[in-house]
Structures are given as C-alpha cells and as structure tokens.
C-alpha cells in the first residue's frame, strides 16, 4: 500500500505566500481586474503545481515542461480575455477556480507522465 502524501506547513506557506503576493502586487500596480484575476490564479495553479511535483525539481525536463506549459497558458489567457467584449470584467472566479483545478489537475498528471516516460524518477533522495 502506497503511503498517503500530505503537503507540509512550508508547502502550504509557498503556495499561500504566493498568492498573497500576487494579489498585493497587481492591486498595488493598478492592474485591470480581469488581468488581477488572471494573475492570482495563475500564480496559485503554478506554486501548487510547482509544490506537488518537487521530487522532480532537480530536472531541467521538468523546468522546461512547466515553462513551455506556462507559456501556452498565458496565451490561452490572453485570448479568452481578448475575446471578451469591452467593459466585460472577466471570468467569473468561481467559474475560474473550476478550471483551475481542472488545469492543475491536467498539468501535474501531463508532467508525471512525461516524467515517468523520460525515466526521471519521483524520489526525493
């Protein structure tokens, strides 16, 4: 039987401290609040992702994979919110909790496997 994983207190306080973070930052900024959304949410399906998978942090792979995946993210992003007609505020956030999850939930079980396929394995020693 495989051990049950928890996220520990540090865990929780990167992936907390960095949304906090960029919520501070874009409200400082001023930024456009479809844009602050955006920004919060990323930051927080990053940082969970980022977290989940540090066995494989010592992979350059593995930084690649969540660069390129970055990258197409924030692509994707800019063209829902460029589809969106003037004035429009965005995504609704419960609308976009959902699919952040559903995104992170993607994310870690692509790069796990890419992972696995490349024969980097997922222990921490």
Known sequence: MKKQQYLSLWQWCVVLGATAAAVAITEKIGIVQAWQ???VF???LFATVI???RPYWKSPY???GLL???IVHLWSANL???SFPPGRFGLPSVLMGGVSFVEA????GGLSKVMTKLGISRDVR
């Open 37 to 39: 959304d955006i920004i």
């Open 42 to 44: 990323t930051s927080l």
């Open 51 to 53: 977290v989940i998978l």
């Open 62 to 64: 593995f930084w690649i």
């Open 68 to 70: 390129l995946i970055l």
């Open 80 to 82: 829902i919110l460029d």
């Open 105 to 108: 939930l993607v994310i870690l």
